[in-house]
Nanobody
């Protein structure tokens, strides 16, 4: 299973970005997909997750600003990020859970300038 993220970049505070993550390979019974972020010197932390049934979960810091969505047919998950803040700057990693196995993407850099 491979995950490929796209959509990161540099944006001014208050701007928006949309991250995409496409999963490929032998994929059965996806439990959930989502996004983590990791800022320099910090641990990786959950940003948002979505189950195959469409249930979503968000970190408190992004509620009301970020929206996660998925396309089961395309094995793709999206993260719409609005009202971005400098503290959102991090590498964003996509993940995919199949059974008890978690797969990770390579990460995409998001930089928000003040």
């Amino acid at each position: 299973v491979q995950l490929v993220e796209s959509g990161g970049g540099l944006v001014q505070a208050g701007g928006s970005l949309r991250l995409s993550c496409v999963a490929s390979g032998t994929i059965f019974s996806i439990n959930s997909m989502g996004w983590y972020l990791q800022a320099p010197g910090n641990q990786r932390e959950l940003v948002a997750a979505i189950t195959r049934g469409g249930r979503t979960d968000y970190a408190d810091s992004v509620k009301g600003r970020f929206t996660i969505s998925g396309d089961n047919d395309k094995n793709t998950v999206y993260l719409q990020m609005n009202s971005l803040k400098p503290e959102d700057t991090a590498v964003y990693y996509c993940y995919l859970d199949i059974g008890s196995v978690r797969y990770w993407g390579q990460g995409t850099q998001v930089t928000v300038s003040s």
